[in-house]
T-cell receptor, first 115, second 112 residues
Framework: AQSVTQPDIHITVSEGASLELRCNYSYGATPYLFWYVQSPGQGLQLLLK??????LVQGIKGFEAEFKRSQSSFNLRKPSVHWSDAAEYFC?????????????FGAGTQVVVTP | DTGVSQNPRHKITKRGQNVTFRCDPI?????LYWYRQTLGQGPEFLTY????????KSRLLSDRFSAERPKGSFSTLEIQRTEQGDSAMYLCASSLSGSEAFFGQGTRLTVV
């Protein structure tokens, strides 16, 4: 069965510092992988996605993620965080029946940005 | 078009009552999904539609839950005989087949 693990429940980072959020997945085939962000009172917004090709993908808001098949990982990075990046971040994997919309999400990582 | 719309945004109900939520997807999106999100967890898939056909239901969707999408446009999710364990955020998303899913802001249900 497929699964998604986000090992860090909570991360605190200083504004301007770099950020890396970890995601590990378990999946039988080449996965469709996603990172979503959820701000308080808001719906989920797609940051970036990977399903084939270049293993380093660029997303919105200056985020990027790297797919590493050997490590079953899809970590999210940002070189310099802004206060507006404080939110909850979810990694997700698409199912075999509907890779884009039927998603299995990790438990999320809450990011706090300090001045 | 302002995206996926969900109503109401908040609902407080007494245990045992029935509740119904509505989701209006982005126009022309043929797929519509329902998820449930409890505190401290990621969203969990409940069910999805392609046009008016309900294609898949999760084992999480007990017999007290029913979803419809008449005419392939808006969808409703009804919970009968609510229990305290039903308290959660219910999220709706829509997409075109083979494309990104867009999420609504959700309906927060509190069962007292």
């Amino acid at each position: 069965a497929q699964s998604v693990t986000q090992p860090d429940i909570h991360i605190t980072v200083s504004e301007g510092a770099s950020l890396e959020l970890r995601c590990n997945y378990s999946y039988g085939a080449t996965p469709y992988l996603f990172w979503y962000v959820q701000s308080p009172g808001q719906g989920l917004q797609l940051l970036l996605k990977y399903f084939s090709g270049d293993t380093l993908v660029q997303g919105i808001k200056g985020f990027e993620a790297e797919f590493k098949r050997s490590q079953s990982s899809f970590n999210l990075r940002k070189p310099s965080v802004h206060w507006s990046d404080a939110a909850e971040y979810f990694c997700a994997v698409g199912s075999t029946t509907d890779s884009w919309g039927k998603l299995q999400f990790g438990a999320g990582t809450q990011v706090v940005v300090t001045p | 078009d302002t995206g996926v719309s969900q109503n109401p945004r908040h609902k407080i109900t007494k245990r045992g009552q029935n509740v119904t939520f509505r989701c209006d997807p982005i126009s022309e999106h043929n797929r519509l999904y329902w998820y449930r999100q409890t505190l401290g967890q990621g969203p969990e898939f409940l069910t999805y539609f392609q046009n008016e056909a309900q294609l898949e239901k999760s084992r999480l969707l007990s017999d007290r839950f029913s979803a419809e999408r008449p005419k392939g446009s808006f969808s409703t999710l009804e919970i009968q005989r609510t229990e305290q364990g039903d308290s959660a955020m219910y999220l709706c998303a829509s997409s075109l087949s083979g494309s990104e899913a867009f999420f609504g802001q959700g309906t927060r249900l509190t069962v007292v």
